[in-house]
């Protein structure tokens, strides 16, 4: 028999209302994905200052081009997570983002003019020519031969992103990663400009070798050893898979929180709900779980604005 939750109530706000308040509001005013959003943050509340919980975000690199990147930037200067799992293209705009810059747009631009011009279009952000595939290649090949004449002959993708993180600044998200020695994974590095030019530095250094079974080992280890685990997954894809996909190595995750635009009626992994994950032994039957369809960067700021004001606390 099914029994109904509480009642639905009304939202409400004055000009005194903080933003800690507004998330407290949506647990009970039976708002669609409200509720969701409600929940994911009590997760993150519970998850995050879990001393005995191994805790990952992942997210698309498509994330890092936008100015999210300082809110992921933020989360990892506060020690919020352990481990990073993520695309190749994280990396790509995190290079380019420090040493150059991205321009405003809009998705109606012409694609072909924006060709001529040399600007490639990311949705409504875009970007120059110049401030990525020259600019990558110029930067990677400086810090891999930089890396080679200590005697480094090969490398993980943790290794690599280590490398890069030494050699950015305060606003980048893997100097941040680097310095509070959280792990970055990039399972399918090779998908993207620095996979690129880490394959064109091997055709002129043929002893130099990408080791991805060392990032398996990494990963391992962490979660062998884990009494707990769990996820802030930010889109779908490889990055949302591996999570989910080394987790189950224990058991799965005990706190999972996804956020999605992805619909689950074609059967994909990025549109799979958290609780199908429960089926693969990736999350456990017991896990504070919930999944949330929005699109993150406008989301992402007031979840975190709440969290660092419920944190503090």
């Given amino acids: 028999m099914i029994t109904p939750g509480r009642p639905v109530k009304d939202v409400r706000i004055n000009s005194d209302t903080t933003v800690e308040k507004i998330f407290e509001e949506l647990s009970t005013a039976g ?5 969701n959003l409600s929940n994911g943050f009590e997760i993150l509340l ?6 005995k919980c191994l805790k990952f975000i992942s997210f698309v690199g498509a994330l890092i081009s936008t100015g999210t990147r300082g809110i992921i930037k933020d989360m990892l200067k506060n020690n919020w997570f352990n481990v990073v799992i993520t695309t190749c293209g994280a990396l790509d705009h995190d290079i380019a983002r420090h040493y150059s810059n991205y321009k405003e747009g809009s998705f109606t631009m012409d694609d072909k003019e924006l060709a001529e011009q040399n600007i490639h279009r990311l949705g409504n952000v875009l970007v120059p ?12 090949q400086s810090f891999l031969e930089e ?9 993980s993708s943790s290794d690599i992103c280590k490398m890069i993180g030494r050699n950015l600044g305060e606003d980048s998200f893997l100097y941040w990663a680097t310095k509070n020695n959280v792990d970055v994974i990039v399972p399918g590095i090779m998908d993207g400009a620095v996979g690129s030019q880490i394959w064109m530095f091997s055709q002129k250094h043929n002893d130099f070798k990408l080791n991805l079974l060392e990032d398996a080992n990494l ?15 930010i889109g779908g894809g490889i990055s949302k898979h591996h999570t989910l996909w080394w987790n189950q190595y224990r058991e799965g995750l005990d706190y999972a929180f996804y956020i999605t635009t992805a619909q689950e009626f074609d059967g994909s992994l990025s549109g799979a ?13 017991k896990a504070k779980e919930t999944t949330l369809h929005a699109e993150v960067t406008t989301i992402l700021p007031f979840l975190y604005a709440a969290l660092v004001s419920k944190l503090k606390k």
């Fill in 31 to 35: 708002g669609f994905e409200a509720v």
């Fill in 273 to 285: 709900l958290v609780r199908e994950a429960v089926s693969w032994g990736k999350v456990t039957p």
């Fill in 219 to 233: 990963l391992s280890g962490l979660i062998f050893k884990a009494e707990k685990s769990g996820a802030l997954m």
């Fill in 46 to 51: 519970e998850m995050i200052p879990d001393e």
């Fill in 129 to 140: 020519m110049d401030s990525y595939g020259p600019l990558i290649e110029e930067k990677i």
């Fill in 147 to 155: 890396e080679y004449q200590k005697g480094v002959k090969e490398m």
